[in-house]
T-cell receptor, first 112, second 114 residues
Framework: DQQVKQNSPSLSVQEGRISILNCDYTNSMFDYFLWYKKYPAEGPTFLISISSIKDKNEDGRFTVFLNKSAKHLSLHIVPSQPGDSAVYFCAAPKTGANNLFFGTGTRLTVIP | DAGVTQSPTHLIKTRGQQVTLRCSPKSGHDTVSWYQQALGQGPQFIFQYYEEEERQRGNFPDRFSGHQFPNYSSELNVNALLLGDSALYLC?????????????FGQGTRLTVV
């Protein structure tokens, strides 16, 4: 049972434009969400998170939006840079724990 | 400050063999989680160790076992390897053993079963 879903396996964006990565979840008990970025031959690195009491969290070029009624969140990267090219994972911890449910990832390619 | 370190980085084993993977958590972290990432998939939670005990477990068979040492480092053991066990095995460390804290990942061990 895939509780966190990323339905777009890949995304290509021109440098300087906005990248929007989407994530859906099925478990209404999730109350915290994280985005991780993964480069080849490296482990995932934490990017940004959001609590369910918020609908937006911003950190520099990265903003995460949460729509609880739709069980949907999105990561916006503005402006996109070639160094942002990586696989992005959406994740949510099991309620009351910190083991994470991950989506299948979206490979972002930023074209110079 | 060293982050999460895993060893070895790559490993090739034969079906039916046993393997041990190792992880040292980030300094100051006391909780270690193990994940399996198959090709094209997101990481799947195997289990978590805190205070030298397995605290949580994902949907993995008993062939997968682990251990945490007093210095918080951890091992993942897989017995009777199957071809389907070929994957990237990731170790993540955090603190608090059950709080919603950011997990730091190692670079992973790429296991190939032939």
């Amino acid at each position: 049972d895939q509780q966190v879903k990323q339905n777009s396996p890949s995304l290509s964006v021109q440098e300087g434009r906005i990248s929007i990565l989407n994530c859906d979840y099925t478990n209404s008990m999730f109350d915290y969400f994280l985005w991780y970025k993964k480069y080849p031959a490296e482990g995932p690195t934490f990017l940004i998170s959001i609590s369910s009491i918020k609908d937006k969290n911003e950190d520099g070029r990265f903003t995460v939006f949460l729509n609880k009624s739709a069980k949907h969140l999105s990561l916006h990267i503005v402006p996109s840079q070639p160094g942002d090219s990586a696989v992005y994972f959406c994740a949510a911890p099991k309620t009351g724990a910190n083991n994470l449910f991950f989506g299948t990832g979206t490979r972002l390619t930023v074209i110079p | 400050d060293a982050g999460v370190t895993q060893s070895p980085t790559h490993l090739i084993k034969t079906r039916g063999q046993q393997v041990t993977l190792r992880c040292s958590p980030k300094s100051g972290h006391d909780t270690v989680s193990w994940y399996q990432q198959a090709l094209g998939q997101g990481p799947q939670f195997i289990f978590q160790y805190y205070e030298e005990e397995e605290r949580q477990r994902g949907n993995f068979p008993d062939r997968f076992s682990g251990h945490q040492f007093p210095n918080y480092s951890s091992e993942l053991n897989v017995n009777a390897l199957l071809l389907g066990d070929s994957a990237l095995y990731l170790c993540a460390s955090s603190s608090g053993g059950g709080q919603n804290t950011e997990a730091f990942f190692g670079q992973g061990t790429r296991l190939t079963v032939v």
